[in-house]
């Protein structure tokens, strides 16, 4: 008797949605998770989405195209980029070095012993800008309903996780907007009591 095995490599986990793969993440209190894996940058309070994908991916090969976008959208690169520890591998180090661009996070190897308070204060200013991304996916899954996307295509499913980033976009410009709107009729309300 012949036994085959065999082994199903893009295995679904769902009859109505077939794209869905589970992503195994070995993060506290859940290391499998399913839907699409996203890939994502923050400028100015904006988010853009530079890549979706519904099967595990290594962020960190993101990186030179992100950064490459943000040259070709401004004109010049970034004077520092903050990112998660597993971009801060030796390639993009080094590929970000080359260009000038100073990644946020420790160096590799063994921690340094003495550290400037110069350092530290530039290692926490850093962190908290990094957060911004992650408050970005905080606030995209409580407000904006992206932990609850349930369309049924694979496609259907990318659509509505980008017009959830374009719409998180356009209430930010519409805050930016309002405030800049209450900013000049608060100053133009004050000017007139010091006129009158």
Known sequence: ?????IVLRTVGVSLTQPHIRPIVRGKA????????KLSASCRNGYVFLDRIS????????DLKKQVEEFKRFTGFYPESIHVDRIYRTRENRAWCKERGIRMSGPPLGRPPTNISKSTKKQAQSDERIRNSIEGKFGEAKRRFSLGRVMA????????SIAI????MNLSALLRQAFWLFFGLFHNKNLLSCFLA
Do not use: Q, R
């Not at 519904?54 to 090969?61: A, G, K, L």
């Not at 959830?164 to 719409?167: A, D, N, Q, S, Y």
């Open 29 to 36: 209190g859940k290391s499998v998770e399913f839907g699409a």
């Open 164 to 167: 959830t980033f374009l719409v």
């Open 152 to 159: 049924k295509l694979g496609n259907t499913s990318e659509t």
């Open 54 to 61: 519904w099967d595990n991916f290594n962020e960190s090969v």
């Open 1 to 5: 008797m012949k036994i085959k095995h």
